[in-house]
């Protein structure tokens, strides 16, 4: 029997590598205020956020609410432009997730991306793949690590949390697990390092896609002998 019946992705340096799309929207927001722009790399370390601290963060500090606002609009403008232009999946995640649909293996989404663009990036990159629940950011549900999104998931499952393993990149995804009461697996393909994973209780690493599917059906063979 698997030890775990269901699995929730995060999205943003889980499943998509959407950095490309997300640095130069922001650029081009910071440009039209002639601040000075980031780097691609300098990224990694915020892309994880909502749209707001988003901006807030990518903006010079002590700027004024008003400004964020504003910002925040254009973003979005800017975004809706180029969300689609270089975000892709990563090597061996459509593979990953379609195994788990012929397996009859749950999968969900959560991320803390806007609820819109979530499912429009998912619908356009995956679309032959089966969600079971797709949560980005929506009124009534506390962004992430906060577990709320991350316990109604599971609840629409029909699964205890404990039969649920939580995937991600970040901190936010392993405090998300934790607050959740889910074992965790930390993605090194994504934005962030194995420290600040291994620094969050993170419960398995893995380099490779396969390695999450192994966790999954090998593991929970090797436990049940």
């Known amino acids: 029997m698997n030890r775990y019946k269901g699995v929730i992705f995060d999205l943003d340096g889980t499943l998509l ?15 039209s205020y002639g601040y000075p722009i980031h780097a691609k790399e300098e990224y990694r370390a915020i892309i994880d956020k909502d749209f707001h601290d988003l901006i807030e963060q ?7 609410l008003a400004y964020i606002e504003e910002g925040v609009e254009k973003f979005i403008k800017a975004y809706h432009k180029n969300y689609k232009k270089e975000t892709k999946p990563y090597g061996g995640i459509v593979s ?23 499912n429009k990036l998912l619908r356009y990159l995956f679309p032959d ?23 109604e998931i599971a ?8 039969e649920v393993l939580y995937v991600g990149d970040s901190k936010t995804d392993m405090l998300t697990a934790k607050n959740a009461g889910m ?11 194995e420290v600040e994973l291994s620094d969050h209780n993170v419960t398995y690493v893995v380099k490779q896609p396969q390695d999450i599917y192994n966790i999954v059906f090998l593991e929970s063979a090797t436990n049940s002998l």
């Open 17 to 31: 590598d959407t950095l490309s799309d997300i640095s130069n929207s922001v650029n081009e927001v910071l440009a």
């Open 155 to 162: 609840k629409q499952m029909q699964l205890d949390s404990k």
């Open 183 to 193: 074992d965790s697996i930390g993605v090194l393909w994504g934005f962030r390092d």
């Open 58 to 64: 990518s903006m010079p500090e002590d700027i004024e």
């Open 96 to 118: 990953l997730l379609k195994a788990f649909n012929h397996e009859g293996m749950p999968i969900a989404v959560n991320s803390n991306k806007r609820n819109d663009y979530t």
């Open 129 to 151: 793949v089966v969600f079971s629940a797709i949560y980005g950011e929506r009124a009534g549900f506390a962004k992430k690590p906060d577990p709320l999104a991350a316990l």
